[in-house]
């Protein structure tokens, strides 16, 4: 039997919402991100304990019994639309979804993966896959397989343990025992660096093959709410654009009252309706566990990477020369939604998943 998706907002993740957005708004503003891009720390001080542990975001997928909150993917996809509305630097998606899910996934009744789960659901520490941020679910094994550092890992200078994956398993390394060097993202909001753990011995967490598919479960969760924040993002970009162009004035008229500038808006409103539903069926998919969940995120990431580049372009541009500019934001979401594009498996992976699962010919 087909999983029927709900694709509404429940009270309660509406009141998650609001709780998430009125933190970011105190600890994660546009300008205190601004502010803080080029000093090599762009975490705002004290948003991720606020959010981790305080809101309690960090445990949203962890079941209460090992020490979470015992919600689903669609909470978790709510916490991401509002950081990808507020270009937010955190480590959540890395660290609360796809770290988090991949631990999941073992399944442990106790042992080193529950006790590590218990920590991050509670704030206390935060775990990072150390694989390269573009690495697709589908190809989860080749992680197994490489040796050496891991190159472009995302949000590695937050992480205090990696889960690195080995020819024999899956390790978790202290990020005390491993070599983080961090490099120059296009996305100064979410820092990439190659992560080296070397000879450290770290705890073995799975065998090879359950670690795996654990490995690939994490990106595919994390494949699905990333379209949320392509969502947020791109909503964002939208909600300003309008902003601009009713404030801005031309041969004293508001630019937004002029044809061919809301013929834009509405075409992007319209891309911005189906990134909805598509990036909600996802995470509603996976929440349910549904058997179509690959195919539901593959929906999701090859449509909604494209609106949030669209929706960040358009916003650069129709802000005229202040959009070109440093001190303006637009150039944050620009970054971010380039990067995310080629997050998880760029759009033409996730296209060449759907012509497989869809059995089509794979787009030319």
Known sequence: MSHEPDLLYSDTEDALRDAVRSLLADRAGHQAVLDRIETGDPYPTGLWPALAAGIGAAGLLVPEKLGGQGASHREAAVVLEELGRAIAPAPYLTGAVVATETLLALAPADGPAVALLAELAAGERTAVLAVPFTTAPRTAA???????????????????VFLVPRPDGLYAVPAADATVTPVTPLDLTRPLALVDTGTAAGTLLAGPEEARAAVRRGLLSGAGLLASEQLGLAEWCLEETVRHTKERHQFNRP????????????????????????????????????????????????????VAVRAAEECVQLHGGIGMTWEHPAHLALKRAKADQLALGSTGHHQDVLADLMDLPAPA
């Open 142 to 160: 080749t992680a197994f397989a490489t040796t050496g550092p891991a190159r472009a890992v995302a949000d590695a200078t937050a992480a205090d």
């Open 255 to 306: 630019i937004g009252s002029f044809q061919a500038l809301k013929h834009r808006m509405a075409h992007l409103w319209l891309d911005l309706v189906g990134a909805r539903a598509a990036a909600r069926a996802a995470a509603d998919a996976l929440a349910a566990g549904a058997a179509d969940a690959e195919l539901t995120v593959a929906v999701a990431q090859a449509y909604c990477s494209d």
